[in-house]
């Protein structure tokens, strides 16, 4: 390295976002993450023994997946390299497979490739990794916002250890803060700054678990306010608002926040709480979800859950559906609601959706039954020669519009699908069924 290069490096360093400068060096500095890096977990014993293995790390932002793969290039003593999906492609795979092959001949030392938004690389590109992870040309260390088990190749799964890291809590983002604070050499202790309680448990609150926000947040905060008389920075409530102004929701589209959020939504309906409901359904507004997408959702609830306890439920699903699509959104948002609140409160059955699947799994499964003739479609020319609709009764020719007569298949006659319960309107559903029986 040329003395130029070395100059622009440690001048890229000095004026580095906050977040970057103050990254943990070792194991003792890192923050949160005990579950997995715990002093009796394995990763923890595998970094100190320096016996690392393939790994993938996955969580949302700012809760540490890129400084634990730092932590553990400045704790091993395999040589370290490093590749963003984003601008590296198959080019570079292999001029780091290259240099890592040459390094294992001339100095018998392995290579570390940690791999930053490892899900953005296609699948031949991760193909291209395969055969060295396989044979230990390189050691893997992958950091992903996404599932991998979605968008990791299963090959490349099979030959890494997973470890999902959890948002940090409030604690741990409080030390991260003072931490910034006090470090004279990387952080902002060369200033004098003053910060207000509240000011700092709103800039942990509104990070939610996400460090990387909290120290850009305190950074803006202190560069952009002017030292009093005294030389004194002082953050208050107002500026961490003006520099934080919107809560960071960890909501992709395609990830697991997406999925497990629509599924406590729906969970939230089926089991009754609008409160509950109402939550989750904000949290995937604020998120920009898809507004047809939680209709849909509001819509098979109706009929999954609520089904025939309510049948009016399903008409208030489908006509948010619909005024979502005639009003947009931000309106839109209050049909949803009125909807989802609606299926929350109403009695539930999902007697409708158990028979459905009954009866197609008899139709899957069993001989299929000939329509009983008195069933069959009369109305063609000489339907009537081959016996069809012969002895059919007509329900409204008796009283109460009902007379008993054979509906099912012979081999399944006496099989019931429909059970309806003693909910809501269901139950005088079952009411006039027992009647029928009985008459």
């Known amino acids: 390295m040329d003395l130029f290069t070395l100059s622009a490096e440690r001048s890229l360093e000095k004026s580095s976002p906050l977040a970057d400068r103050i990254r943990p060096t070792s194991l003792e500095e890192y923050i949160g993450q005990s579950h997995i890096i715990g002093k009796d977990k394995l990763l923890y014993r595998a970094i100190k023994a320096d016996k690392i293995s393939s790994i993938i790390l996955y969580g949302p932002p700012g809760t540490g ?26 080019k570079e795979i292999r001029e780091v497979v290259d240099r890592a092959k040459e390094r294992i001949g001339m100095y018998n030392q392995k290579t ?22 396989e044979n230990g040309t390189i050691i893997l260390i992958g950091a992903t916002t996404e599932n991998p088990y979605f968008e990791v190749n299963k090959a490349l799964i099979s030959r890494s250890m997973i470890f999902k ?4 809590s409030d604690k741990e983002i409080e030390i991260a803060i003072l931490r910034a604070l006090k470090d004279k050499d990387k952080g902002l202790g060369e200033f004098n700054i003053e910060m207000e309680r509240d000011a700092l448990e709103h ?18 905060g202190v560069l952009t306010t002017l030292p009093d ?14 520099c934080v102004q919107q809560r960071a929701i960890k909501y992709e589209k395609n990830g697991d926040e997406h999925y497990d959020t629509i599924s406590a939504f729906i969970k939230s309906m089926r089991g009754s709480d609008p409160d509950a409901t109402l939550y989750w359904l904000a949290k995937m507004i604020y998120a920009g979800e898809d507004p047809k997408y ?15 306890a309510d049948p009016q439920a399903l008409n208030v699903a489908v006509s948010a559906f619909e005024a979502v699509n005639i009003i947009g959104m931000p309106e839109g948002r209050i049909p949803l609601a009125q909807a989802a609140v609606y ?29 009983p003739l008195h069933l069959r479609g009369s109305n063609y020319c000489g339907a009537s020669n081959l016996g069809n609709g012969k002895g059919y009764l007509y329900p409204h020719n008796y009283k109460g519009g009902y007379i008993e007569q054979q509906y099912l298949p012979d081999n ?28």
């Not at 570390?112 to 590109?125: G, T």
């Not at 890291?165 to 940090?168: H, P």
């Not at 929350?344 to 001989?367: H, M, R, T």
């Open 65 to 90: 997946k890129t400084t634990l793969a730092k932590v553990i290039a400045n704790t091993t003593k395999l040589h370290f390299d490093q590749l963003n999906a984003v601008t590296s492609g198959i």
């Open 112 to 133: 570390i490739l940690f791999v930053d938004e490892i899900h953005r690389f296609n699948k031949s590109q991760q193909d291209a990794l395969l055969p060295y992870v």
């Open 165 to 168: 890291l959890e948002a940090l």
């Open 203 to 220: 800039l942990i609150n509104i990070s939610n678990g996400d460090a990387r926000i909290a120290l850009n947040g305190l950074e803006l």
């Open 229 to 242: 008389e005294n030389g004194v920075i002082k953050i208050t409530l107002d500026i961490i608002q003006e």
């Open 294 to 308: 939680i209709a849909r959702r509001i819509i098979i609830c109706a009929s999954e859950d609520v089904g025939n």
């Open 343 to 371: 299926i929350a409160c109403a009695p539930k059955s999902n007697s409708s959706y158990i028979g459905i699947d009954k009866a197609l799994e008899d139709v899957k499964n069993k001989k299929m039954g000939s329509v």
């Open 412 to 439: 399944i006659v006496g099989t019931t699908y429909y059970d309806p319960t003693e909910n809501g309107y269901e139950k005088i559903i079952k009411e006039y069924l027992n009647k029928l029986n009985k008459a």
